[in-house]
């Protein structure tokens, strides 16, 4: 299409006029030709190329052409700063006027873009000639520099190195858990697993230490760096190093029954020598089981006491017990300071039993715990046997020695709430994909099935420990295509989308705690959380239930009419009104979620509705 445009003086009377190529009578324009002949002699869009090539790098989805043209960036799909990029890449635009562009839709997978422009230009005797060209590109897969580098062995410039020297991976199936969530891996080049750690590799040193700083945040560390020159240039005074951070988490985790050294229980508001280790933040955060005290070990106090503080036991020693009954008890009162105590928990006296000596004798353990809030008869709880245990320490004969009551004979743990292996778990967990992390050295493939085990039954008996993490509904698939840590909810998963042929949306355990009403669950997801929430007291604070399922996790359609059961209220104009916000001529209208009516049939106005009018008198 294109257009002649002249200046008409006003009040001039248009006069024909004779095409003079063709002969035809045409309104009088500075060329003396009409549209037709004037595209055979003059073609404004004949320079500017119809098809370009954009380079995009597969591995993180970035355009080549931002900042100056050099350098790569990612950009939404039909966004103005694409268009941008585009329109500088189409050659002998500069020469053209440009009037408008907008995108014209393509199938995703074709590989190309397209953008319809209108461009004007000056042509004989002062004439506009204006026309409308559709500029194709193609888009050409190219690695980025920063791929590039990830692909390449030793384009790293620090490490970070992550260990614990325990017998387990429990400690890293929940800091995994705590990066996936706060995407702090983001800008690692390559991530390697081994056996006690793992490895994270990134391009600049600022990278590093960000991520250094997310885990002194994460978990009690000690951290340790170092640099290795790498080349150097005496002309200029340029040195390039290679720096690593070594990370050394405390070999203390959840769960792990510790003895204090003397002097760290004393300053520590005199607590017990035996305590349990309840949770691990950047403290460690210690109870006693038998009177409930709580206190806090920071890395500085937990390295100052050396050897002197280890754990006695650690969770691969936990046997299950059944609780046969339970009575609250009184916490001990001090005559020195008042002691600090978890009002969480609750002191009680339990008689139990080992599973394995149902049906075979009749040994029985009373003991005092902390988890009297939550234990009821007939629950499974784990626990260390102190009874029959074999303790290979020092401290413990002291213990048992100088203490009036000596150890006793059973020092419960946490609740358990689901039986693995006969209820399918309703949840799951995302983990590396397999293009992130590169396992360097395996370890037991029996011994990591059971480290997963026991990590999930610390999430479902343990609220705050859920707070810090996402946690997936079983049979929806995970954000961005991630792996599942569970191979049997992975497989549901797909043939439920085979099934109903179309994804489902995401859902995450709430992460927020108590306290929202939004929530909802599906009827069609009750059989999914089989198990879940079941034989679970009202008063069970720590039991995983359904109302802590966020259901269809995603904004709302700012286009999309409003559901039913909410309040619809329709303002003004507010520039007219002196309140910010409120316009003093507007319709107030509201839609109750269920009707009050007498017997005659009128409305009986609900609280709601009583409230919305006396804002209305207000105003």
């Not at 597969?58 to 052409?65: E, I, P, Q, S």
């Not at 390697?192 to 991520?211: P, S, T, V």
């Not at 840590?485 to 439920?496: S, V």
């Amino acid at each position: 299409m294109a257009d002649v445009m002249a200046p008409i003086a006003p009040n001039q009377t248009p006069v024909a006029a004779i095409c003079c190529m063709c002969a035809i009578n045409i309104q009088p324009n500075p060329t003396n030709m009409c549209l037709q002949c004037l595209r055979t002699q003059v073609n404004i869009a004949s320079g500017l190329s119809t098809r370009v090539t954009m380079h995009q790098c597969r591995g993180c989805l970035k355009y080549m052409g931002g900042s100056g043209g050099t350098g790569w960036s990612h950009y939404e799909a039909e966004s103005r700063e694409l268009m941008a990029v585009c329109l500088r890449k189409v050659a002998g635009l500069n020469r053209l006027r440009l009037v408008d562009a907008g995108w014209i839709w393509t199938e995703p997978h074709s590989k190309r873009l397209k953008l319809k422009l209108t461009v004007q230009q000056e042509v004989m005797n002062g004439a506009v000639l204006q026309e409308a060209v559709v500029v194709e590109f193609v888009v050409r897969n190219q690695q980025c520099p920063d791929c590039q580098a990830s692909y390449t062995i030793g384009a790293w410039k620090a490490i970070v190195q992550v260990r614990q020297r325990v017998d387990h991976k429990r400690t890293f199936l929940h800091l995994e858990q705590l990066i996936l969530k706060h995407n702090a891996h983001a800008q690692a080049l390559q991530i390697q697993g081994f056996a006690d750690g793992m490895d994270f590799y990134f391009a600049e040193r600022n990278q590093a230490a960000r991520f250094t700083e997310f885990l002194e945040t994460a978990c009690p560390v000690r951290v340790k760096q170092s640099k290795k020159l790498v080349s150097q240039d005496d002309h200029s005074n340029v040195f390039n190093y290679k720096y690593t951070t070594i990370i050394e988490i405390v070999p203390v985790c959840k769960d792990d029954l510790v003895i204090l050294p003397t002097k760290l229980a004393q300053n520590l508001g005199d607590i017990a020598r035996l305590c349990l280790v309840l949770r691990v933040l950047n403290h460690l955060h210690l109870i006693d089981p038998l009177t409930g005290q709580t206190a806090e070990v920071s890395v500085e106090k937990y390295h100052k006491a050396g050897f002197e503080f280890r754990a006695l036991l650690s969770a691969s020693r936990l046997v299950e017990f059944m609780v046969l009954g339970s009575e609250p008890a009184l916490a001990p009162t001090k005559t020195s300071a008042p002691a600090r105590r978890s009002k969480r928990h609750r002191l009680a006296e339990v008689e139990v039993a080992l599973m394995s000596d149902l049906g075979a004798n009749d040994t029985r353990y009373r003991v005092f715990t902390h988890l009297g809030h939550i234990l009821r008869a007939g629950d499974t709880v784990l626990g260390y046997l102190l009874a029959t245990a074999s303790l290979n320490s020092a401290d413990a004969d002291e213990l048992e020695t100088k203490t009036r009551a000596g150890l006793p004979d059973a020092v419960l743990v946490r609740k358990v709430y689901s039986n693995e292996g006969r209820i399918r778990p309703a949840w799951r967990l995302k983990k590396f994909e397999a293009d992130e992390m590169e396992v360097v050295e395996a370890g037991n493939a029996e011994q990591e099935d059971r480290d997963l085990r026991d990590y999930r039954q610390q999430l479902e008996g343990d609220r705050e420990m859920r707070r810090r993490v996402n946690m997936y509904k079983a049979g929806r698939p995970l954000p961005g295509g991630a792996e599942d840590t569970d191979h049997e909810n992975a497989a549901l998963g797909q043939k439920a989308g085979k099934t109903k042929g179309k994804v489902e949306k995401m859902t995450v355990v709430s992460a927020m705690g108590e306290g929202d009403g939004s929530t909802r669950l599906d009827e069609r997801d009750r059989s999914t959380n089989e198990g879940l929430g079941e034989d679970v007291g009202e008063d069970d604070e720590e039991a995983l239930r359904l109302d802590e399922l966020l259901d269809d996790l995603e904004l709302d359609d700012p286009d999309a009419p409003p559901d039913d059961h909410e309040a619809q209220v329709l303002v003004g104009d507010v520039s007219s009104t002196g309140i910010a916000g409120v316009s003093k001529d507007f319709a107030f209208t509201f839609q109750p979620k269920t009707r009050n009516d007498d017997r005659d049939g009128n409305h009986a106005k609900t609280k709601d509705e009583q409230d919305a009018e006396e804002i209305y008198k207000e105003l």
